[in-house]
């Protein structure tokens, strides 16, 4: 049987001298989590108003697209090709997933709605006196590609925004599946603002591409 009395007690200063090796874990695991988790992004422009306002702070999943694909509707943060970047400082860009690749997207139908796949998107998120797409277009998104759009649709340097300033180029207008950096799914700041950030029921009607399209 042990005595008590010669058991090893803590000294007095113990906490202090552990409490530097704890912050040094702490900022370690911080680290890690923003570098593989979760990171903070600020919102720099209107291109995603009113959905997202200049200066509101979001919380994007980085693990989102490790363990699967985007999906229509989506909010995403993405490096940006160099080419969509108006300076050397702008390098991460958020818009909103459109199309997956194989779909047909297409503005607009009869009632100035885009469709995907033939099925007309209901967009209340749309800047409010703004059209569906500032112009018409047709295009079928490449394989391991994704087609994205701001909310501001006339404000936004976007998929359609770059199609139309490159010549149409459907390879400079949408963006490779690698260069996703996550899916944004909680804006927190300000409080007041504060809200999920969900995939609008509308998307959940489109179907998948047809094969050969």
């Known amino acids: 049987m042990i005595d008590d009395e010669k058991k090893p007690r803590a000294g007095r200063g113990s906490f202090w001298k552990e409490l530097p090796v704890l912050l040094v874990v702490a900022l370690v695991v911080a680290l890690l989590v923003r570098q593989f988790v979760v990171q903070t992004f600020y919102i720099p422009t209107g291109s995603m108003e009113q959905t997202l306002l200049i200066d509101n ?20 943060v993405f490096e940006a090709p160099e080419s969509w970047r108006s300076s050397t400082e702008q390098e991460d860009f958020i818009k909103r997933v459109i199309g997956v690749p194989g779909d047909h997207v297409v503005c607009c139908d009869a009632q100035g709605r885009i469709t995907v796949n033939g099925q007309p998107l209901d967009e209340p998120y749309v800047f409010p006196g703004n059209k569906a797409a500032p112009a018409p277009f047709d295009i079928t998104v490449p394989a391991g590609r994704v087609w994205v759009m701001g909310d501001h649709r006339e404000a936004s340097a976007d998929s359609l925004a770059n199609y139309n300033g490159h010549n149409q180029d459907i390879m400079q207008a949408t963006i490779p599946l690698d260069a996703l950096v996550g899916r944004a799914f909680v804006l927190f700041w300000p409080f007041d603002r504060a809200t999920w950030l969900t995939v609008p029921d509308t998307f959940a009607a489109v179907p998948d591409p047809s094969p050969g399209k």
């Open 57 to 76: 702070r979001v919380l994007v999943n980085k693990l989102a697209f490790e363990f699967g694909e985007p999906e229509r509707g989506e909010i995403v």
